[in-house]
């Protein structure tokens, strides 16, 4: 049987090093042959592009003459691959992703290919040191849950998962299309993007058999932390008023967000409930008033 098309769209701002890492990874675990890898250059000057050209002859090249953001970039990605190879499926890859299983891809389509109502497939995202980072969850009430502990080798239904391995059917994208731009730059728009596939009737697995390591938050770490909040508190307003109703939107937008003003979570992966997971930030006042002013522009 023919194996279905697969389009893999990688963005990158200025991680070379874990893009080449991620590109050779790639190439030396991936045992499904029908595949093709774009690669979208949003470092605005484009020498990472031409490297990447010279190096890996398989990739095709898009180089963005200006900075857009790594939402606007992948979705040109996907926009490019629908043209010019015609895929039946499309994987968002993160530039920070190490893959390190043979069978990952074919895994992931096999799945894909069992029930025509699965829409998106992840996989388990793990840290370096080989800790779990992310295997996605649901929303519940106000809260994007994060599942911690699941049986070993589960196929998990989720609401939602941590995009930075994102198989999507290519039904879906004609139905919904890419990333909804209004996330832009980043910032839960695949949590965004997995609620409104199930809204449209379909589901969302992740393998947890399938490991890939990911370098979590490189590119964005080189933001000043007021830029990362400031786009954290415009997206959550903008999720809580799509996705939350009632007193769920209530609580997640003056009291949950306050609260992320304040403070912030040592160890990402655990529960809210755990207050020694927290510690005060020192912008803290100042961050209240970024919140305020993020709450007026939404209105």
């Not at 699965?118 to 388990?124: P, S």
């Not at 239904?157 to 999507?168: A, K, N, Q």
């Not at 755990?274 to 002013?293: A, D, M, Y």
């Amino acid at each position: 049987m023919k194996q279905p098309k697969v389009a893999i769209i990688i963005s990158t701002y200025n991680q070379k090093k874990l893009l080449e890492k991620c590109l050779i990874s790639i190439r030396k675990k991936t045992d499904y042959s029908n595949y093709k890898i774009y690669l979208v250059d949003d470092s605005g000057k484009g020498e990472i592009g031409k490297e990447i050209k010279k190096k890996f002859r398989e990739v095709e090249v898009v180089i963005n003459k200006k900075n857009l953001g790594f939402l606007k970039s992948s979705n040109k990605g996907l926009s490019i691959s629908l043209k010019n190879c015609n895929p039946n499926y499309i994987l968002l890859l993160n530039d920070d992703i190490e893959i390190i299983q043979k069978g990952w891809l074919m895994k992931m389509v096999k799945l894909g290919e069992s029930d025509k109502k699965i829409g998106i497939i992840g996989c388990q995202l793990i840290y370096p040191d080989g800790s779990l980072q992310d295997v996605g969850g649901y929303l519940r009430k106000w809260e994007i849950t994060k599942i911690l502990k699941f049986k070993k080798n589960a196929i998990l239904d989720v609401d939602h998962f941590m995009g930075p391995c994102m198989l999507i059917k290519r039904n879906i994208v004609d139905k919904i299309g890419g990333y909804d731009k209004i996330f832009a730059p980043y910032l839960l728009e695949d949590t965004d993007y997995c609620l409104r596939t199930k809204k449209i009737g379909y589901s969302i697995k992740v393998i947890t058999s399938i490991k890939t390591i990911h370098n979590k938050g490189k590119s964005i770490n080189t933001l000043k932390n007021k830029n990362r909040l400031s786009v954290r508190f415009k997206n959550d307003i903008i999720f809580s008023k799509r996705h939350l109703k009632g007193w769920n939107r209530f609580f997640r937008l003056f009291l949950f967000l306050p609260l992320v003003a304040i403070f912030r979570k040592k160890k990402d992966q655990e529960k809210l409930t755990k207050i020694g997971n927290f510690r005060l930030r020192r912008e803290c006042i100042s961050n209240l008033f970024l919140l305020v002013k993020s709450l007026l522009n939404q209105k």
